[in-house]
């Protein structure tokens, strides 16, 4: 069963992905569409996805797209080491977290955004740069509201890494690149340094990926 992972090394949603893959052991191959240079936008990756967007995973000719709705096929198809909780209830909150990452924060701040904020609003970097730190300390506000539930433990959701795991590193790893103030969220970073300091998180890192600055 053949796995091919499109991403970039600067993608946090191809980060999360990257860092399933490696949680369940699975080997893959990884293609790099290059989105300093429009690849994206190329006729070949046009065909496999229309939306332009990363990360794609090929299984097997199966083409599946948005990073969360990746994940949970990944985690349905190898359900060993499950990246959800068995009951309702830890499913929804595990989902949650992982969407205020992943839906309310990361559309916001992409190349995509931050580029129709210069070309068709105007805006210079410093004031995109705003922009992305706003929506950032937004969404750190609410995700570590969101963890004083008393349900967090080593991880977002008890001991066990979870999907809210994957999403909440790929968001501290962003606001770090951003240079974000995280100092009102002691919880988030205490879990997301515990991720960080394992080895598939450590090697799925953005900054650990070919092309990324210092490689």
Known sequence: MALVLYGY?????????????????????????????????????????????LPLLDHDGLRLTQSLAIVEYINDTWPQDSLLP?????????????????????????????NYLEQECGLDEATRLKWIRHWFAKGTEAIEAKLSDGLAGT?????????????????????????????MAP???????????????ASAHPLAQEGAPGR
């Open 187 to 201: 919880r988030l970073e205490g879990i997301v340094n515990r991720c960080l300091a394992l080895e598939a998180f």
């Open 86 to 114: 068995p009951d309702a209830p830890g499913k929804a909150r595990v989902r949650a977290l992982a969407h205020i990452a992943s839906a309310d924060v990361h559309p916001l701040i992409v190349p995509r955004v931050r």
């Open 9 to 53: 090394w600067r993608s946090l949603a191809t980060f999360r992905v990257r860092a399933a893959l490696k949680l369940k052991g699975l080997a893959y191959q990884e293609n790099i569409i290059d989105l300093s240079q429009g690849e994206q936008f190329s006729q070949p990756y046009h065909s496999l996805n229309p939306q332009h967007v």
């Open 155 to 183: 991880y977002a959701h008890g001991d066990q890494l979870s999907l809210a795991d994957l999403a909440l590193a790929s968001h501290v790893v962003g606001a770090r690149m951003f240079q974000v103030d995280l100092s």
